[in-house]
């Protein structure tokens, strides 16, 4: 673990407990517009642009070096032979700290802790842990690893800065958000999988890849959380009694 973790997630814990306070005296919560359209819009493109940079990158690298060369890249072809991917590489790991003002956001928009606050476990937990995860990766020399569980990751967050620039420019809710939920599932089932392959090219087919196994187990025990949280959520959000509820809504309505 690098010691910009333990700092950036030290100052980001510190804001989130003193803004938070600051909003409990306050007593009303901030209505921030103009900001957090532009902060979405710009996590938008930057996903898009580190989503096919990672594709274009993958593509390339294993019909050079084939899928064993991909995960066992020894010699790490991302940053020496590719400045372009080393850049997009750290670009993605320093992203996973800006993500943080996704938080301070709604720091502003409650008016203090507990019920009064629009935080929730999840959420905290999904930027200490993603940070946290890329900080091993980046320092346990996992490359490219870190490079292919960086497209699903700027993928998703393209659909879903999206889906916040839309709400927050034209106070509109997409029909698609449950479906956005799913694809974010779906993407910690694949995660799954790709450490899963991990594993098997460094411990069963060749013991000379790069990495580390506590990082291995670090990331498969955090994206399993990741996923039953997850699913805690939509079904929460979106499940039968949800669903009853908006139909009664809708219903009476009418």
């Known amino acids: 673990i690098g010691l910009d973790w333990w700092f950036m997630n030290a100052c980001y814990v510190t804001i989130l407990m003193v803004g938070s306070a600051l909003m409990h005296f306050r007593g009303k919560p901030f209505q921030p517009t103009t900001f957090p359209i532009i902060h979405n819009i710009f996590l938008c493109l930057l996903s898009l642009y580190m989503c096919l940079g990672g594709i274009y990158y993958t593509v390339t690298f294993i019909l050079n070096h084939g899928m064993h060369g991909f995960y066992c890249d020894t010699e790490f072809h991302y940053s020496h032979d590719s400045p372009f991917m080393s850049q997009v590489a750290i670009l993605f790991y320093l992203s996973k700290y800006y993500e943080f003002i996704d938080s301070f956001i709604l720091v502003l928009r409650s008016s203090g802790f507990g019920s009064k606050s629009r935080l929730t476990v999840?959420?905290?937990?999904?930027?200490?842990?993603?940070?946290?995860?890329?900080?091993?990766?980046?320092?346990?020399?996992?490359?490219?690893?870190?490079?292919i569980t960086s497209i699903f990751n700027a993928g998703i967050h393209v659909a879903m800065y999206y889906y916040y620039a839309l709400s927050g420019m034209y106070d509109y809710r997409p029909w698609w958000k449950k479906y956005l939920t799913q694809m974010q599932i779906n993407q910690f089932i694949v995660m799954e999988l790709i450490c899963t392959g991990w594993f098997y090219f460094r411990y069963v087919a060749d013991d000379q890849c790069p990495g580390s196994l506590v990082v291995f187990w670090n990331g498969v025990f955090t994206v399993l959380s990741f996923l039953l949280l997850f699913k805690s959520f939509q079904k929460k959000t979106y499940g039968p009694k949800k669903q009853s509820l908006a139909t009664k809504a809708t219903h009476h309505t009418e």
């Not at 200490?128 to 996992?142: D, P, Q, V």
């Open 122 to 147: 999840l959420h905290v937990w999904h930027h200490i842990t993603t940070s946290l995860n890329c900080s091993m990766a980046w320092n346990s020399h996992l490359g490219n690893a870190l490079i």
